[in-house]
């Protein structure tokens, strides 16, 4: 029979570590220790998650200590977004240039502030769907969020010593249309709070993703999360 894989965490260190479950003793290949396998060690191992691979939307850039996960945002849902967005500011150009340029009574101006408003931030929301990108930067001290290069909201920095665990959930939503899912990668720190990290990431590969490069880098063993999305 053939061996399998299982994890582990190394009681010196904490990290994960990847151990055939028919090996005797193994060794850390963060810390360096040389430890037994015994039975109950072997009876609690979590079987090893698949490894994502890195999705087409994301590159890694990496820079002395500190290592970066950069997500466009681009997908072929904003391109009728865009195409809606033009018929929806056009009519508010033409309703405020027929209403302004007759001096038209002001409940002609005010009535469709609220469409007005609609149009600004549907268009901003799909100006930012072609052009921005999510940076996520580890830091030995820090982990830090933010999007360029236009501004939106949710840009945060934690303590890496602060971080306890991290882990993915999908989020549906149905309507009329349809059913939809969305995904966020959350934390759970070291006094047991959860802590949103990333929110509407549109694929469960580009969330788990995050997740797993994450934890390598950080040497954050992975332990299951009640909840959690898990592939």
């Known amino acids: 029979m053939s061996a399998h894989w299982i994890t582990l965490s190394c009681p010196s260190c904490g990290a994960q570590v990847s151990v055939s479950d028919d090996a005797s003793r193994y060794r850390c290949e963060y810390c360096g220790n040389e430890h037994v396998l015994s039975p109950s060690a072997l009876a609690a191992a979590q079987p090893i998650r698949p490894r994502v691979p890195v999705p087409a939307v994301v590159r890694i850039e990496k820079e002395g200590k500190s ?5 466009r945002w681009f997908s072929l849902k904003y391109i009728p977004m865009a195409f809606f967005s033009i018929a929806w500011d056009s009519f508010l150009c033409f309703w405020y240039g027929m209403a302004l340029g007759n001096h038209a009574p002001w409940i002609f101006i005010v009535f469709p502030i609220a469409h007005l408003a609609v149009g600004i931030g549907l268009t901003y929301s799909t100006l930012c769907g072609f052009v921005n990108r999510t940076v996520l930067e580890v830091t030995p001290e820090e982990l830090s969020v933010w999007f360029e290069p236009l501004p939106w909201l949710g840009e945060k920095t934690i303590p890496v010593r602060h971080l306890k665990q991290l882990y993915c959930v999908e989020k ?56 959690e999305l898990r592939r």
Do not use: C
Not at 67 to 71: N, P
Not at 174 to 192: F, P
């Open 172 to 227: 549906t939503q149905r309507s009329e249309s349809g059913t939809s899912h969305q995904y966020k990668l959350m934390a759970v720190t070291q006094d047991g709070r959860q802590a949103e990290l990333l929110s509407n990431l549109d694929a469960p590969d580009v969330a788990l993703f995050f997740e797993q490069q994450i934890e390598d880098w950080l040497k954050i063993p992975d332990r299951p999360v009640a909840g």
């Open 67 to 71: 290592a970066r996960i950069v997500q």
